[in-house]
Structure formats: C-alpha cells, structure tokens
C-alpha cells in the first residue's frame, strides 16, 4: 500500500506559479515510478507528467512542456510540480499517483495508487 497526500494548490493569477508536493508513505517510494495528473470540470483525468524511479527520466504532455517540472526527493519520499506561467486551462483538480514500477508512463491505467487530489485555479 502507497499512501499520497497532495498540498500546495490554490487560487493564482495568470502568469503566476504555484508549487505542488505529494507525501508518500507505506510501500518504498523510491522503488515506483510517479505521476501527475490533473481533471478539469466535465473533463477526462489526464496525464500531466511523469517521472522514473530515480528521477533521471520524465515525461511532460505537450501542454506544460517548459512551463512544469516535476521532480522528487526519494529520501523525503516527496514527489514536487513546479508550475510557472499558469493559464486559465490549468484550472484543475491535480492528483499525485504511483506505479508498482519503475518506469514512467502516460496511462492513468498503470498507475495503481492515487492521492486525493489538490485544486489549482488559476484566474484570467
């Protein structure tokens, strides 16, 4: 078992940045893979970006590219998302989520674990 607790969401103007943290417990963190993802009202759960077991390979969607990263901390067990030059359209709940593997991916199917989500408005 793999708890996550997200924090660190809220309210932001365009063009602000916010960061968000994901505490890991139970089942060795540094061992999983781990996620982001985020839905927006009356949309699909989608893959933000992911990252290996050890940090050296993400994967960012297209959206975030340049604007997200994501990185990990295996000694704190504390998966982080550093998101500067919000938009509108990243209003969304963002969820925290773990693979029972090392590598990443995109699909929200692999990914067995799930944080309770934290939500990020940004304003126009």
């Known amino acids: 078992q793999v708890q996550l607790v997200e924090s660190g969401g809220g309210l932001v103007q365009a063009g602000g940045s916010l960061r968000l943290s994901c505490a890991a417990s139970?089942?060795?963190?540094?061992?999983?893979?781990m996620g982001w993802f985020r839905q927006a009202p009356g949309k699909e759960r989608e893959f933000v970006v992911g990252?290996?077991?050890?940090?050296?390979?993400?994967n960012y969607a297209d959206p975030v590219k340049g604007r997200f990263t994501i990185s990990r901390d295996n000694a704190k067990e504390t998966l982080y998302l550093q998101m500067i030059r919000l938009k509108p359209e990243d209003t969304a709940i963002y969820y925290c989520?773990?693979?029972?593997?090392?590598?990443?991916?995109?699909?929200?199917?692999?990914?067995?674990?799930w944080g309770q989500g934290t939500q990020v408005t940004v304003s126009s």
């Open positions: 139970g089942r060795t963190f540094s061992s999983n893979a």
């Open positions: 990252i290996n077991w050890n940090g050296a390979i993400t």
């Open positions: 989520a773990a693979r029972v593997a090392r590598w990443v991916s995109t699909s929200k199917s692999d990914y067995l674990y």
